[in-house]
């Protein structure tokens, strides 16, 4: 990606050359949906008191589905996504002939 300035989620894919076959995929966000939209009600007043206190109870849980797994620079997430795309992989292959593409996207 050329120009990464403001970018909040990308996909990170590896591909095989010569059959085109996805190995590996991994989505990485900066932010969470559910998460902006909740904090969006709670600005406009759209949550009660007692519905905050929950949700701030229930944060652990959420941490487990939130969908923000990358915190830093918008421009530092392809260099991020490279990086890991080849560490949890090892099924006992050479990675010789494959490519990583990363696709982002900079709007909500």
Known sequence: MSNASGVLNIVRAIIEVYT??????????????????????LRKGRITEEARVRKVENKKSHKEVCDINYEGTSSGMEAAATV?????????????????????????
């Open 20 to 41: 085109g076959l996805i190995v590996d995929y991994a989505p990485i966000s900066k932010i969470c949906v559910q998460c902006k939209l909740h904090d969006l009600a």
């Open 84 to 108: 890991t795309s080849y560490m949890g992989l090892d099924h006992n292959m050479r990675y010789t002939n494959f490519v990583t593409v990363i696709v982002g996207r900079s709007e909500l």
